[in-house]
Structures are given as structure tokens and as C-alpha cells.
């Protein structure tokens, strides 16, 4: 699919430094804009699945702590904390909007289930707007997919999505990193991930997410294998979404 307003399936993955501020807190405007957005776009017809971040980080934020937590348990206890929050507010923001929100909890183990796929089948049958994260207050090393965008692309790939959006605090794949070379150009189109695009990709992610650029162009290979396009685009202005779907060249595709 060539154009993204053609795409009718979409999974929308939202990452951690999109939905909260520097201190883990919840980003209150953005969050209430981005829920208008896909909200709108569910009302033009689209079928969506997000896919947000958030809950160790707005876990820690809510729970005072200066940053997440490294060890195993303190990041499960941020999670329950912070998943909750975030549900809380999604389902609050999107009910203005008359959408009924569901939350989705995976783990590696559960995902090509024939009883998950059937479980998204039957929401977005129903008009429902799955909401998944991993199950983090659970997930321990064998079970562990381990990062979001890892999981959209898992997630896209088992529900025949068209196309894998992914809103991160970068407005796409630059040509070199842009935080050091002020030259650095953003590349609007890869037609296919090979050594030198992963070689771009290097590097840790923020304070609070889990992915740097790295998991993101891993997650854009899933796709090119599974038959799906994936931009990787700005979320700080989530009306760029309507550009995107408006058929408009918005960060990076990646794939065909
Ligand atoms: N599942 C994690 C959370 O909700 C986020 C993983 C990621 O940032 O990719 O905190």
C-alpha cells in the first residue's frame, strides 16, 4: 500500500516520551489531543489499535520517583501503578468522544493465540479501540517481548494491519544524529532496511521510554517481512496524524 489514506487497519504505537513530561508525569494537553485525533479518525472510518507506553514510567512519575527503576520489581510495581493511570485517563478523554476503549495486556507467550486474534477481531468489530501494552506487572525474562515497538509490529502483524504508525519524540530517521550535526537530513522513504539504515539506528533511547531508534527500524523490518509499511513520525504535534492520512509525506516510511 502506497499511500497511507489508503490504509483502513492501522496500529498506532505511542511512546512513553510522547504521552509524559521530562518528569514522568502525564503530558495532559498532548494526551487530550492525540485521543482527539485518533478519535477523529475512528470516526472517518478507520480501524485502530494503539499500542501505548507509558506505564513504568507515569508509574514512577506518580509514584515521586526521579527516574524508573531498574530492578525487576520496582519496574512491575510502576507498571500496576502506572498502567491503571493510564487507562484511567484514556478512557476518560476517549469517552468525550463517544469511543469505548478496551486494555489489552500481552506477553510474548499468548501472542498468534488463535484466542487473542479472535479477541481483537471481535473488538474492533464492535467499534471497540483496543488499547495494548505488554503486561508488564507480570512479565518476567521468558515471556518478555521488551519493548513497544517490537510488540506493535507483533501486534499489526497478527491483526492483518496495513500499516504500523509509530509516534516517537523524533520526527523520523535522520541521515546522522541530528542532536549532534545540525546538517543532519531527515530520510523521507526506505524502501528496505539493510546495514547502513541499521547502522543509523544506534543509540539509546530517553529517560523514561524503553526503545531508541534501534527497536524502531527492528520493528519497520518485522513489518517488511509481515507485508506492512511503517512510518515513524513526530507525536509532539499529533495533527500530523491528519496530514498522514490526508495521503501526505509525514516522517519516515519505511518499506512499501
Ligand atoms: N511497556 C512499557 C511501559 O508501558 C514500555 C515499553 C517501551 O517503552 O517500549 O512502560
Known sequence: MKNCADAKRIVIKIGTSTLAHQTGRLNIQRMERLVKVIADLKNAGKEIVLVS??????????LGLPEKPQDLSGKQACAAVGQCELMYIYDKYFAEYNHTVAQVLLTLDVLNRDYVINTFTRLLAMNVLPIVNENDTVAVDEIVVGDNDTLSAMVCEL?????????????????????????????????????????????????????????KIHAAKLGIQAGFATVIMSGQQPEQLYELFAGKQVGTRIGS
Not at 507506553?53 to 506518580?62: T, V
Not at 520526527?171 to 528496505?192: C, F, Q, R, S
Open 53 to 62: 507506553s507509558g506505564a513504568i514510567g507515569i508509574g514512577a512519575g506518580k
Open 159 to 215: 491483526i492483518h494491519g496495513d500499516l504500523l504508525v509509530i509516534l516517537s519524540d523524533i520526527d523520523g530517521v535522520y541521515d546522522d544524529d541530528p542532536h549532534k550535526n545540525p546538517d543532519a537530513a531527515l530520510i523521507h522513504e526506505i524502501p528496505e532496511v539493510n546495514d547502513q539504515i541499521e547502522a543509523l539506528a544506534k543509540g539509546a533511547g530517553s529517560k523514561l521510554g524503553t526503545g531508541g531508534m534501534a527497536t
